[in-house]
């Protein structure tokens, strides 16, 4: 659990990514990686957003193929602007054969402040958001969400760690949910934590999440 299937080595290359970002910007860019496998990748220089589980294609040379992101980088932190990638395509490795080490599983545990205890499902929802204190609703728009919390697009950013309430339509339904602000990311929102919902919001939530995770899945 949390292993790499193969070991990596240092490496600094230059590779191409293409991809849409955690905001819905297409993005183009040329990064350099600063590890690599048979299979995966550390890259660095990433100029946007991405989340966990999205797609990205990835270029190295004449060689090319699609990498799912493994984890990304917070902003504020030591690996800010940094993802871990890893092939949808076992069959297929972009990277020089003489550079790389030979196929054996190494030790690797992901890093802790990038794990979820829920899977995420990208989304595009209308919101009201109440915070602790606040006149009025503010209007936001949820880009993804999960069992425990969400993440909420809003270029003005409220107290950390604040209390609140949030309104959101999710397929027709409406969902008042409380929570606290999680982690705040200049320019791009906040991530909350859910914390009191009515058993029949939860099971609404519950609901949205599988659907939109059986949809991902085909």
Not at 95 to 109: E, N
Not at 125 to 135: I, P, R
Request: aromatic share 6%; with cysteine.
């Amino acid at each position: 659990m949390g292993k790499r299937r193969d070991p990596r080595i240092e490496a600094r290359l230059q590779v191409r990514i293409a991809g849409i970002d955690a905001n819905g910007r297409p993005l183009l860019q040329m990064v350099t990686t600063r590890n690599i496998s048979r299979q995966g990748a550390l890259l660095e220089g990433i100029q946007s957003t991405f989340k966990a589980g999205e797609i990205i294609s990835q270029s190295y040379k004449n060689n090319k193929a699609r990498f799912r992101v493994s984890w990304a980088g917070e902003p504020g932190t030591d690996r800010a602007s940094q993802i871990g990638v890893q092939s949808i395509d076992p069959a297929k490795c972009i990277w020089d054969p003489a550079i790389l080490p030979p196929a054996t599983a190494d030790k690797y545990s992901a890093p802790a402040r990038e794990r979820r205890l829920h899977a995420r499902v990208p989304c595009r929802l209308g919101a009201e958001l109440y915070m602790q204190d606040s006149q009025g609703p503010v209007r936001v728009s949820v880009t993804d969400i999960s069992v425990g919390g969400c993440f909420v697009a809003m270029p003005t950013l409220p107290p950390d760690k604040g209390r609140l309430k949030l309104i959101v339509w999710a397929d027709d339904a409406k969902l008042a949910i409380q929570g606290v602000v999680a982690s705040r990311r200049p320019g791009f929102g906040i991530s909350i934590k859910f914390t009191e919902m009515t058993e029949e919001v939860r099971e609404q939530r519950h609901r949205f999440i599988q659907s939109h995770l059986v949809v991902r899945s085909r």
